[in-house]
Nanobody, 124 residues
């Protein structure tokens, strides 16, 4: 089974940018559709973006469309989330998730494999 490790979080000012990475190991990366989710304090974990196994299909939450871009480099076993024009409401722990051999989805219960999360804080 795949192991996922996120990196790239940090503290950024409003309007700034960050790129999160999710590096996979333990299984063939192209077997997994990948998703990004986030969880703010005292809130439910919510969908952010998803990408299919070969990178030809992407899906976004309405709140991040036009600001965030999900991508993947299968040669590096890594998925990315480029976050631009960040807002205080984007402050959360960001998690990447993998779904074996199935299309990506916004439903968090459909993902079996999760990373440990990386904190993103947007200061105003």
């Amino acid at each position: 089974q795949v192991q996922l490790v996120e990196s790239g979080g940090g503290l950024v000012q409003v309007g700034g940018s960050l790129r999160l990475s999710c590096t996979a190991s333990g299984d063939t990366f192209t077997n997994y559709g990948m998703g990004w989710f986030r969880q703010a304090p005292e809130k439910e974990r919510e969908f952010v973006a998803a990408i299919n196994r070969l990178g030809g299909f992407t899906q976004y939450a309405d709140s991040v469309k036009g600001r965030f871009t999900i991508s993947r480099d299968n040669a590096k076993n890594t998925a990315y989330l480029q976050m631009n024009n960040l807002e205080p409401e984007d402050t959360a722990v960001y998690f990447c998730a993998g779904r074996f051999m199935l299309a990506p989805t916004s439903r968090r219960e459909e993902y079996k494999y999760w990373g440990q999360g990386t904190q993103v804080t947007v200061s105003s």
